[in-house]
């Protein structure tokens, strides 16, 4: 699994963004795959996850009813589509692929990340 993130940039607080992160292996399907995010400062945190099948997601309480998480296994590509954004969803942006485990909450259930990418959310 080789993961590349993209689609940050700069928006307006209450506006959407969307971000994407490819996958170029083969087995993409049969990857859970997570969204986490860090603030300047902080440390890296859970915001989304999704199952294999698309069916299952999970999502950080901060994120729940504003962000949805979902996935194209034809195209190797999860998205996170982010709605109703506040200044307080700035941060890097990283996805990441993981097969085995019990938590997608945690860092430790994912053996594959991306590079990240910036989003800023102005007020």
């Known amino acids: 699994v080789q993961l590349q993130a993209s689609g940050g940039g700069l928006v307006q607080a209450g506006g959407s963004l969307r971000l994407s992160c490819a996958d170029s292996?083969?087995?993409?399907?049969?990857?859970?795959l997570g969204w986490f995010r860090q603030a300047p400062g902080k440390e890296r945190r859970f915001v989304a996850a999704i199952g294999g099948s698309g069916v299952n997601t999970q999502y950080a309480d901060s994120v729940k009813g504003r962000f949805t998480i979902s996935r194209d296994n034809a195209k190797n590509t999860v998205y996170l589509q982010m709605n109703s954004m506040k200044p307080e969803d700035t941060a890097v942006y990283y996805c990441?692929?993981?097969?085995?485990?019990?938590?997608?909450?945690?860092?430790?259930?994912?053996?594959?990340w991306g590079q990240g990418t910036l989003v800023t959310v102005s007020s």
């Open positions: 292996g083969r087995t993409f399907s049969s990857y859970a």
């Open positions: 990441a692929a993981g097969k085995y485990g019990t938590s997608w909450y945690h860092e430790s259930f994912y053996d594959a």
